[in-house]
């Protein structure tokens, strides 16, 4: 028995859909069962990471776990992994490729806190695997509404590459340890296929949608202003633009590690994603 922590979002559903494909048996943990929009005949129970007594009675009989941690820090997670580690023998946790073993402290709170779950993780008594997914192509949807009312989506860094990852790929890499032996302590980054920057992944969209779409390039400082006035923390927001900064010219270049290296299935194309997410943006 499988138990998918994070089973209501992007890369947690994808799980829970690819388990119902594959046969497996699992149960999806959700805060409100009710309001949890999963495919007809998932078991889902009742839990709150916030509260980690209400995780005992999800877990009865689980030996497998898919962790999603949707919080911006590791607090509380000390809690989680001894209640998890009281039914189940291993977590199967969805990290970030920022996650730098050779730094003091990370470079930015997002990969802090990853980096702090994967050390309580390894420490423990589970057994694991790290899914470290690079950035995520749902991050796009960010463009939606822009893209639901003209032809110019408003963005910085044009330049900015990364080989973002479809939720499917990092979803099919997560089933294929969960459901196959080999994977103890395995690190596993997974990324899209190819590494495109801003301005061509809206002309993708654009591709798909059949319109002439276009990036207007921002400046950074207009977009952390918007976040934080959005509510989001200063220092997250801050590391996220950085990282941003980095990416494409004048920074590192992300590896490319499709997910068809380690499940054997084809990885998916941005081009898919995006036709796979048309409807958001119409």
């Not at 890499?173 to 296929?193: I, N, P, R, W």
């Amino acid at each position: 028995m499988i138990l998918v922590i994070g089973a209501t979002g992007k890369v947690g559903g994808q799980v829970v859909r690819q388990l119902r494909e594959s046969g497996a048996r699992f149960r999806a943990l959700a805060r409100d069962p009710a309001s949890a929009h999963l495919p007809g005949g998932t078991e889902i129970v009742r839990g709150d990471l916030s509260d980690p007594p209400s995780l005992h009675t999800a877990l009865e009989g689980v030996e497998d776990v898919f962790l999603v941690w949707p919080f911006l820090s590791s607090e509380g997670a000390p809690a989680v992994l001894e209640v998890i580690g009281g039914h189940a023998r291993r977590v199967v946790y969805l990290s970030s490729t920022g996650v730098d073993e050779t730094a003091d402290q990370q470079a930015d709170p997002i990969n802090r806190f990853h980096a702090d779950l994967e050390r309580l993780i390894r420490n423990s008594g589970l057994r694991w695997t790290f899914v470290r997914g690079g950035g995520f192509a749902s991050n796009d949807l960010q463009w939606a509404e822009q893209i639901r009312s003209g032809d110019v989506v408003h963005a910085p860094f044009a330049a900015g590459a990364r080989a973002v990852v479809h939720e499917a790929d990092l979803a099919a890499v997560a089933v294929h340890t969960l459901t196959t032996g080999g994977h103890d302590g395995k690190k596993y980054e997974v990324t899209g296929t190819e590494v495109l920057n801003t301005a061509e992944r809206v002309r993708i969209i654009g591709k798909v949608l059949e319109r002439p779409l276009r990036l207007e390039e921002v400046p950074a400082e207009a977009v952390r202003q918007e976040m934080l006035g959005a509510g989001w923390p200063a220092d997250v927001v801050d590391g996220i633009l950085d990282a941003h900064a980095e990416s494409g010219t004048g920074g590192r270049e992300e590896p490319v590690s499709p997910a068809d290296r380690i499940t054997g299935s084809p990885a998916r194309t941005y081009h898919q994603w995006v036709a796979d997410h048309a409807g958001d943006f119409r």
